[in-house]
């Protein structure tokens, strides 16, 4: 009897171990075959405040939703150093990896991105890329003497040293990039040792990153990207309009439309609808501005260019106050951002356009307004100087005539015989004095 309990017994617990088993084998394949997800972003704009935030965010989300990594696809003239400090920073310190892919064909990561690129735990490039020119420009405001230069030459080379020693990439290229602002093919890139792949697109990169080893705040980790999936991720709302009116160019073109509607605004009362748009023009053209290296002496100037062509309405200059403005303008959009790097300027292919249409739509609008003050008046005693009309009788000392259908008193220095063709000559309270209109 109680060997078959004991068999039972055996019986029951194999039966509860092979149900446990069964029911544990998804979870334990689950686990054993996690395939790892990697959140992709495109940044193809100049770095500026805006889209460092994004990438903040970007990377700051990618570790929230338990992500195995973030690859950042980069196309970049470069930007502020700020805002690129503030990238790296948020790099050098994320709990996962992150990836900066310079892509497409034909793009670039230079001045700030090329740094960028060199704070990533994986640096890859595609065919036909380059990388560098990394030399300072445009920080802080007005003119540097050749100390602070060198000052701030030596802080960015050191800054970017010390990047590059400690993601492994070549020390001593980072600061030629930096101090003579070279630049190189992605093939040599990987050559130097500046880079870790080239690559022609995406998947070619995970297939070539799998299994590869790389230091991170927590130690070391090994990339684990075979049959990975990408997890595009598309820029929000919000930020697409930051970053698109932080552009230099939107920026002038906002604020050149603020100031336009404003003119329209206070030279017609009551449109309503140019102050609107002028309004929120010069909002957005304001919080571009304070995010990008600008010359105030510049805002200045354009604002006065306004105000010279408003007043060239109000007091007759002969054009001079216009000359004034079309100058001030051109010399305000010349000056407005103090920056070297092209990417952080007006382009003349936006400059020289606006300053055009902006000044030939002002002389437009002042040659109308001054046309119609040296017009001649249609009504009162001027606009009835110079009319013509009828002698309704003989006309010396009083008689009547008739002109626009209305009768007068009129008089005249000779006579004038009754049906002939009169014009006034002035007006004397309540009655003309006329001439006779001879016919050539």
Request: hydrophobic share 50%.
């Amino acid at each position: 009897m109680d060997k078959r309990k004991n068999v039972v017994k055996r019986r029951l617990f194999c039966l509860l171990f092979f149900s446990l088993l069964v029911m544990g084998s998804p979870t334990l394949l689950s686990a054993q075959e996690k395939i790892p997800v990697f959140d992709v972003i495109t940044v193809s704009s100049a770095i500026t405040p805006p889209v460092a935030e994004y990438i903040i965010k970007s990377v700051e989300d990618a570790m929230h939703s338990d992500s195995a990594g973030l690859i950042i696809l980069m196309d970049t003239p470069g930007g502020l150093d700020l805002a690129m400090r503030d990238i790296i920073k948020a790099i050098l310190n994320s709990r996962i990896p992150v990836i900066v892919y310079v892509y497409p064909s034909g793009a670039r990561a230079a001045s700030a991105g090329a740094i960028i690129a060199m704070a990533a735990n994986v640096a890859a490039m595609a065919p036909g890329t380059n990388i560098g020119a990394a030399h300072p420009v445009g920080i802080g405001f007005g003119k540097m003497d050749e100390t602070m230069v060198q000052k701030v030459e030596n802080d960015a080379a050191a800054y970017a040293r010390g990047i590059a020693l400690k993601r492994g990439h070549n020390v001593e290229w980072i600061e030629r990039a930096v101090r003579k602002s070279e630049s190189i093919t992605a093939e040599e890139a990987l050559r130097l040792r500046v880079i870790d792949y080239v690559a022609p697109d995406v998947k070619s990169l995970l297939e070539a990153m799998d299994g590869r080893q790389i230091t991170m705040e927590t130690g070391k980790v090994r990339l684990k990207t075979k049959g990975a999936v990408v997890n595009q991720k598309k820029m929000g709302f919000r930020e697409r309009i930051l970053i698109t009116i932080s552009d230099p160019n939107i920026a002038y073109l906002l604020m050149l439309v603020g100031l336009a509607g404003l003119y329209f605004e206070f030279s017609h009362p009551g449109a309503i609808f140019p102050g609107v748009v002028g309004g929120i023009s010069l909002i957005m053209a304001f919080f571009a501005l304070q995010t990008l290296p600008v010359n105030y002496a510049g805002v200045l100037l354009i604002i006065l260019a306004v105000i010279l062509f408003v007043a060239e309405i109000k007091v007759v200059s002969h054009g001079i106050l216009t000359i004034g403005g079309i100058i001030s303008l051109i010399l305000g959009s010349l000056i407005l951002y103090e920056s070297p790097d092209p990417a952080l300027r007006v382009s003349l292919g936006v400059l020289i356009p606006s300053i055009s249409v902006i000044s030939l739509f002002f002389i437009g609008v002042i040659t109308l307004a001054l046309k119609a003050q040296l017009r001649k008046p249609a009504t009162g005693k001027e606009g009835m100087i110079g009319k013509e009309g009828f002698a309704v009788t003989a006309v010396h000392r009083d008689g009547k005539v008739l002109i626009d259908g209305e009768y007068w008193n009129a008089t005249s220095a000779l006579n004038i015989e009754e049906g002939k063709k009169i014009r006034v000559l002035s007006v004397e309270g309540l009655s003309l004095v006329i001439e006779e209109v001879k016919h050539q």
